[in-house]
């Protein structure tokens, strides 16, 4: 079993930036990949971005390639995204997840098995 806990969130006006870190304990070297996602008010989950845990490669959605950055710290079993140049349509709850599968879809919500409890991110305009 591996258990995230997300930190980070509040509120910014728009243009501006938070970071988020997901911090992982417990079967940690079971990880292959971690992800971001966020679910706005009235929608569905949707992907932002993921990352490998051994290699360090990264996706991102088309929406905040550019903007956003995932990281990671393998010492630290800690995931990071640095969220630049805000906008209110960022406004979501934004979840940290992890799997112990090989070969996933990383945009695939379906293929994590592992998820936080959420941080909730406002831009205000």
């Known amino acids: 079993q591996v258990q995230l806990v997300e930190f980070g969130g509040g509120l910014v006006q728009a243009g501006g930036s938070l970071r988020l870190s997901c911090a992982a304990s417990?079967?940690?070297?079971?990880?292959?990949?971690m992800g971001w996602f966020r679910q706005a008010p009235g929608k569905e989950r949707e992907f932002v971005a993921a990352i490998w845990w051994g290699s360090g490669s990264t996706w991102y959605a088309d929406s905040v390639q550019g903007r956003f950055t995932i990281s990671r710290d393998n010492t630290k079993n800690t995931m990071y995204l640095q969220l630049n140049s805000l906008k209110p349509e960022d406004t979501a709850i934004y979840y940290c997840a992890a799997s112990d599968r090989m070969g996933i879809e990383y945009s695939h919500q379906y293929e994590y098995n592992y998820w936080g409890q959420g941080t909730q991110v406002t831009v205000s305009s």
């Open positions: 417990g079967h940690t070297f079971s990880m292959t990949a």
